[in-house]
C-alpha cells in the first residue's frame, strides 16, 4: 500500500497577508485514484490544488511526490498538469497547436506530436476541429481542448479545477461520465477540486472534505454521506435534519423530545451529540402513529418527490416523500434505528440549524452585517 | 473569425451624432489634404501634371539629396521606434506584474513628460548636451574631455525616444495588463520555462499593442522637424525639408514632398499590418 502513493502532502500549511488558508493539512493520494478535494469557496482546495502544482509554496510541511519532495520544483518540472477553471487556452493558437503546445516543448519529432494531437482530439471527441480558433469553440469544446492538451503529454496526474463549472446541467453530466471514462481508460490519477457535492458523489473513489483550511473528512462517497464525521460533512453533503441530542447509553439515543433506538455505541454516558436524519430516510405516518408529531408548513413537488417543511415543535425538519400531502396538514414521523446517525460535536453544532431556510448563504445574503468575503484564489 | 453580414445596433447610436466629427474632418482634414494634392500636381497652365516631382528628381543630385533626406529619416525614425520597443516592452511586462498601486504610480511617472510642452521638452536637451551643458560640464568637473553631443544623429534620436516613449509603453503596457494570467501558469503546467513562457504566449499575446505602438512612435518621428533642427543641428530630415519649402515658399515641392511622405508612411503601415495578421495566420496553418 505505502508504495502505491503518488503524492503526499505532509503538515502543508499555507497562510495569506497573515490569515490562514491551510492548516497543517495531511493527505496522501494512490496511484490511479479519482480523488475530489469538495468543500465551500474559501475552504482551501484550490490552494491546495496549486501547491500540487507548484504555483504557491507552502509555508510550512512538505509535498512529496514518489517519496521525493519536491518543494521549489517550478510548475514545469513537476510530473502533474492542470485543467484550469476558465480553461486557460491560448487565443493566439488553434486547436491542434493548443493541443500541441506541452508536445513542442518536449522537442518531439513533427510527426510524433502530429499523431499525438490526433490521438487526443479523438479522445475528447474533437476530431476535425484541429484548424478551428479556441474563440470560435463553445464552452465545452474548450473544455475537451484543455483537457486533450493536458493528457498530451501524459502526467502522471492530473489536477482539475472546478473543469465542469461553466457548463449547463445536462452537459456537466455528460462530462462527468466521460471524464470518469478517460480517468479509468488512461489509468492516470486525477486530483478533482469542486463545491458540487453530487459531483463529488458520482465521479469519485474517495472525497476529501474541507472547510475553513482543515480536512473534515475523508471517504469513500458512501462513507461521507452515510458516515458523516461531524455536522458540517452531514450539512454539506445532501440535505440533512441536524439535532441536538444526548447520548443516553449504548443504542440511545434523546433528541427532540424523544428517547429513539439507534446503531451508535461508544459514547460517553449523558455525552451531547449532533444527531442526523436524512429527508428520505423519514416516513411520514398517521399522526400519533410516529414518535414525533408535527404540522407541515410548506409542500414542494420536486419531480420524484415532494419536499415537506414539517415544524415539530418549533425544530423544521425537511422531508422528502412521494406521497401527497397538504400544507397545514397534521402528520407523524416515523424513523428507524438504521437511520439516525450520531456524531461527536464539533466547532459546526451551533452553526447547523433547522430549515428555515435551506442556506446559511441565503440567511447571510439578507443580513446587512455580513460582509461578502471574496472568492478564494 | 465570420463576421456577420448583417449589421445590427448595439446601441440607439444614430448616423446624426457622427455629423460634428464628419464636419470637422471635411474641413480640417479632407479639405486640406486636397489642397495638398493640388498643389502637388498643379501644373503651369492649372493642369493637372507631374511636373514639380520630375523638377524633385530631374537632376542626379536631386535624386542623391533627397534620396539621403528620406533614407535618414527612415533610418532615425526607425532607430528610435526599435530602442523605444526596447525600453517599453520589459518595463510594460514589469509594470503589468505589479501590485495596481504600482502600477498607477508607474503610468503616472511615465505621463509626467507629456504634461510638459512638447517644444519645451526638446529644448531643455540642448541645454543638457550643449558643449558647456549640464553633461560636458560634469565630465569637465572629473577632468575627463568634453563630448560632442548636441548637434548629431545621436541626439535627434534621444529626442525622439524621449518624446515618444509613451506612446510605446501605454499601448503595450495596456495590452498585457489584459493578459490572463492563467494563461502564463497554465504554459508553465506545460513544461514552458521563463523564457518559453516569455517566447510562446506573453510576445505573441501583446502583438497587437506592439504594433500599435511602432505605428505611434514611428509615424510622427519619421515626419518630425523640430527634434531634427533643435537637436540636430541644420534640420535634415524630411519633415525639415516640408518646412523649408513652405517657407520659401514653394507649396508645390512642399505639397509633393509631403505627400511622398504618406506614401511612405501607408506602406510602412501596410507591412506592419502584414506582418502581424501573417504573424496570426502562421498560427492557424
Redesign the interface.
Known sequence: MEKDIVIDLKNVSVAFDGEPVLKDLNLYIRNREFITLLGPSGCGKTTTLRII???LEPDGGDVVFDGKSCLGL???KRP???I???Y???????VA?NVA??LK??RLPKDEIEARVAEMLRLVSLKGFE?R?VA?LSGGQQQRVAIA??LA?KPRVLLLDEPLGALDLKLRKDMQMELKNIQQQLGITFIYVTHDQEEALSMSDTIVVMDDGEIQQIGTPKDVYDEPKNAFVADFIGESNILDGVMLGDYLVRFAGMTFRCVDKGFERNEKVDVVVRPEDIVIVAPGAGVLQGVITSATFKGVHYEYIVDVQGFKWLIQSTELHKAEDLIGLHIKPDEIHVMKKSKYSDEVGDYSSYSDEFDELSNPNVEEDGEEE | ?NQPKKRERINDATPALNAPYLLWSLLFIVAPLAMVAVYAFLGQNNTFSLDVFRSLFATADGRRMWGKVFGDSLLYALAATVICLGLAFPLAHFMAAGRARAQRTMMMLIMVPMWMNFLICTYSWRTILETHGVINSFLSWLRLPGLKLLNTPGAVVLGMVYNYLPFMILPVYSVMSKL?P??V?????????RR?VLF??TV??SLPGVVSGIIMVFVPSVSTFYISQKLGGKGSLIGDAIEAQFMVPDYGKGAALSLILMAIILVCMMAMRRFSDGE?GS??A
Open positions: 502544482a507548484g504555483f517550478p510548475p514545469h502533474v498538469n492542470t484550469f477553471q476558465r486557460a487556452l491560448f487565443p493566439h493558437l488553434n497547436k503546445f506541452g516543448l518536449m484548424r480558433t470560435s492538451r493536458a503529454i | 473569425m490572463n492563467s494563461l501558469e497554465a504554459a508553465q503546467d506545460l513544461g514552458a520555462n518559453a510562446r504566449v505573441p499575446l496570426e498560427f492557424i
